[in-house]
C-alpha cells in the first residue's frame, strides 16, 4: 500500500528520491550495505489479497512459472512457520478489549475543539484538559441524556461541556456542572451517575493510545502495561512524519495488504517503482519473492525477507526495517518487541544512514478500518521541515485509491465463506504469500479468524457497499482529519474565489474605463490577464476536487 524511499547506486539520487518517500520510492535501504535494499513496493499501501478461483475445482495456473520455484498447482504444502508457538492445547485466546489503541496522531487533533472517533466498536471522544496538560479518552456519550460529548465544546475553564443541556465534566470524568440543578438541591452533579466514563490514556511517539475498558481497575494500567514503543518515531536524528486515513475496508484486509508484496507492480502500476526482474514474464514486472515467518505467538510474528526483516505486533503495529533485529536479551519473538521505552522494536539504532515502515493498523468496526502510518528516516531530515505534508499526502492517498475498490469487494468474498475458512477458499502457493498466511493463521490460532467485537457488533455483518463517489471520498475520510490537508484545502478554496473575483474585477475595469483613457494594448493586456485568472481558477478548483474531494480509479486505462 505505501513505499518509502527509493534506492539508487548514487546517495545523491538516493536522497533526492526520499523526498518523495512516503509513496514513491520503493526500497528502504541501509546505504552501507546495497545488498539490504528494502523493496519498499513489497508494502504497498493498500490491501490486496491473492486470490483464486472460488467454484467447484482449482485452476489450472496458466502464468510463466520460473523454474526456479518449482510449483505445484493442484496438491502444494502449505507454507510452514519456522518456530510456531503452539499455545492452543492451553486454550489460549487473544482478549482484543486487553490491549491499547492508537486513536489519532496528536499533530492532526486540535486542542480547541473535542475530536469523536470510533476504535474497537467504541465511540469515544478526545480532548485537550488543559488544566492538566493532556489528552483524555471518554466515552463520546453524555450521562445525563446520552448526547455525543464530540459535539460540545471545551469551555472557559478548560471542562468539557455537552452542548444539549450545558453539562460540563472535568478530565477526571466529574461532572462540574448541571445547569438544571438547583442551588439550594442536593449536589446530584457529585453522584457517580453523572459521572463521564473515562478510558485510561497516553501520547506516545506523537500518538493517543486509549485502553478499551473504563473498570476502575485499569486505572494504573499504564504503570504495568505499555503501548509499543517504536523509538525511531522520538529520534530527533529521524523524520517521523504522521499521516491518517478511515478506510472502507475491515482491519483483516487492511493489515494483510500491507504484508503483500506481489499486488504491488499490478494493483498500483506505474505509481511506485518496483525492483525489475530479469526475466520479464509480464508488462508489470511481477516477480519471486522470498518471504518466510520465523516465530509465531500470540503477540504476533517475526518474518525474514530479502532485504531485512519485519515484525507484526499484535493487534496493530506493522514494523519492516532492512537490518536484521538481534538486540541483547531478546528470542526474536514478536512478544520480545519493545514495550516500553526502555527497549528496542528490534533494532538499535545507529549511525547508518536508514529507514524504517511503520504501519498501524486500527480495528474500528467490521468493515472499516483506520491507517495511521509513517516513514522514519534518518537522512535528508531537512526535506520533510521544509515541505508541507499535505504534498505527500496527494500521492500517499493515490496509491491507497488504487487498490481500495479491490479489497473492499474482497472482504466481502472473504466473509461469505467465513474467516475461518480462509485458506481453504484462497490458493496461495507462493512463499510471495508467506506473511499472509501467518496473520491469517494467527487470526484462526488466536482469534478464530476474525477480530473479537465483544456485543458491539455482529462481525458477519458488512456495512452495505456505498456508491464510488462515497467508497473513494477524501474530504471525510481524511482531510477533516488532517491539519495540513484542511489547512491546505481552505487555503487553495480561497485562492480559488480570489482568482474569480480578480477576472471579473478585471473585466469590470475594462468594461467602465473610458476608451480614450486606455490604449488598445493596455486593454488586451487587461482582457488576457482575465483569461488567465478565470482559467487559473478553473485549474484550482479541478485540483481540489481531485486531490481533497473525490478521484475515481480505473485500472483498464492505466
Given at each position: 500500500m505505501v513505499s518509502v524511499v527509493g534506492t539508487s547506486s548514487s546517495m545523491a539520487h538516493l536522497t533526492m528520491l526520499s523526498a518523495t518517500r512516503i509513496f514513491s520510492p520503493n526500497y528502504i535501504t541501509n546505504l552501507h550495505d546495497q545488498k539490504t535494499a528494502l523493496n519498499y513496493r513489497q508494502f504497498p499501501l493498500s490491501n490486496s489479497c491473492v486470490f483464486s478461483s472460488i467454484s467447484g475445482s482449482r485452476p489450472k495456473l496458466t502464468s510463466i512459472v520460473p523454474k526456479a520455484i518449482s510449483v505445484s498447482t493442484e496438491n502444494v504444502e502449505p507454507l510452514q512457520i519456522e518456530n510456531e508457538v503452539d499455545s492452543k492445547p492451553q486454550g489460549e485466546k487473544y482478549d482484543w478489549y486487553s490491549q491499547w489503541y492508537p486513536v489519532m496522531p496528536v499533530c492532526d487533533l486540535d486542542k480547541r475543539v473535542p475530536h469523536g472517533k470510533r476504535v474497537m466498536g467504541l465511540d469515544v471522544v478526545v480532548w485537550w484538559d488543559r488544566n492538566e496538560s493532556q489528552w483524555k479518552v471518554f466515552n463520546d456519550s453524555c450521562p445525563h441524556r446520552l448526547a455525543p460529548l464530540s459535539e460540545g465544546?471545551?469551555?472557559?475553564?478548560?471542562?468539557?461541556?455537552?452542548?444539549?443541556?450545558?453539562?460540563?465534566?472535568?478530565g477526571s470524568g466529574n461532572c462540574k456542572l448541571i445547569p438544571q440543578a438547583s442551588p439550594d438541591g442536593p449536589p446530584v452533579h457529585t453522584f457517580k451517575k453523572a459521572c463521564a466514563t473515562v478510558y485510561p490514556s497516553t501520547v506516545q511517539n506523537g500518538i493517543v493510545w486509549f485502553w478499551p475498558n473504563s473498570d476502575p481497575k485499569y486505572e494504573d494500567i499504564l504503570q504495568h502495561k505499555q503501548p509499543p514503543f517504536l523509538p525511531e518515531m522520538d529520534d530527533p536524528?529521524?523524520?517521523?512524519?504522521?499521516?491518517?486515513?478511515?478506510?472502507?475496508?475491515?482491519?483483516?484486509?487492511?493489515?494483510?495488504?500491507?504484508?503483500?508484496?506481489?499486488?504491488v507492480p499490478y494493483a498500483h502500476y506505474g505509481l511506485m517503482q518496483t525492483m525489475q526482474p530479469k526475466t520479464r514474464v509480464d508488462r508489470?514486472?511481477?516477480?519471486?519473492?522470498?518471504?518466510?515467518?520465523?516465530?509465531l505467538d500470540i503477540n504476533g510474528f517475526v518474518a525474514k525477507q530479502e532485504w531485512g526483516s519485519s515484525k507484526f505486533i499484535a493487534p496493530c503495529i506493522f514494523y519492516a526495517y532492512p537490518d536484521p533485529p538481534n538486540p541483547t536479551g531478546t528470542n526474536g519473538s514478536a512478544s520480545s518487541t519493545a514495550t516500553s521505552k526502555d527497549s528496542s522494536p528490534g533494532v538499535s539504532i545507529s549511525p547508518q544512514k536508514r529507514a524504517v515502515l511503520i504501519?498501524?493498523?486500527?480495528?474500528?468496526?467490521?468493515?472499516?478500518?483506520?491507517?495511521?502510518?509513517?516513514?522514519?528516516?534518518?537522512?535528508?531530515?531537512?526535506?520533510?521541515?521544509?515541505?508541507?505534508r499535505w504534498i505527500f499526502h496527494i500521492k500517499q492517498n493515490l496509491i491507497l485509491d488504487s487498490d481500495l475498490y479491490l479489497l473492499h469487494v474482497e472482504e466481502r468474498k472473504i466473509m461469505e465463506f467465513g474467516p475461518s475458512n480462509w485458506q481453504k477458499v484462497c490458493f496461495v502457493p507462493t512463499k510471495a504469500d508467506a506473511l499472509v498466511v501467518g496473520f491469517r493463521r494467527w487470526l484462526?490460532?488466536?482469534?478464530?479468524?476474525?477480530?473479537?467485537?465483544?456485543?458491539?457488533?455482529?462481525?458477519?455483518?458488512?456495512?452495505?457497499?456505498?456508491?464510488?463517489?462515497?467508497?473513494f471520498d477524501r474530504y471525510w475520510s481524511h482531510v477533516v482529519n488532517c491539519s495540513s490537508c484542511n489547512s491546505a484545502y481552505k487555503a487553495l478554496n480561497l485562492t480559488e474565489v480570489v482568482l474569480q473575483i480578480m477576472s471579473i474585477s478585471i473585466i469590470g475595469v475594462i468594461g467602465l474605463t473610458k476608451q480614450a483613457t486606455m490604449t488598445t494594448v493596455q486593454r488586451s493586456a487587461l482582457f488576457s490577464m482575465a483569461i488567465l485568472c478565470f482559467v487559473a481558477s478553473k485549474w484550482v478548483s479541478h485540483f481540489v476536487y481531485k486531490t481533497f474531494r473525490y478521484h475515481d480509479y480505473n485500472h483498464a486505462f492505466k
Open positions: 465544546r471545551v469551555d472557559q475553564w478548560g471542562r468539557l461541556q455537552c452542548v444539549y443541556h450545558g453539562w460540563c465534566f472535568s536524528s529521524y523524520t517521523h512524519l504522521l499521516a491518517n486515513r478511515d478506510i472502507p475496508y475491515g482491519y483483516e484486509v487492511l493489515i494483510e495488504n500491507l504484508m503483500d508484496p506481489s499486488h508489470e514486472g511481477g516477480r519471486p519473492v522470498d518471504m518466510s515467518v520465523k516465530q504501519f498501524i493498523c486500527v480495528p474500528v468496526s467490521p468493515g472499516k478500518s483506520r491507517l495511521i502510518w509513517s516513514f522514519p528516516r534518518n537522512f535528508a531530515v531537512w526535506m520533510d521541515r521544509i515541505i508541507p484462526i490460532k488466536y482469534s478464530q479468524g476474525q477480530v473479537d467485537w465483544g456485543d458491539n457488533f455482529n462481525a458477519a455483518a458488512l456495512p452495505p457497499t456505498p456508491p464510488r463517489e462515497q467508497l
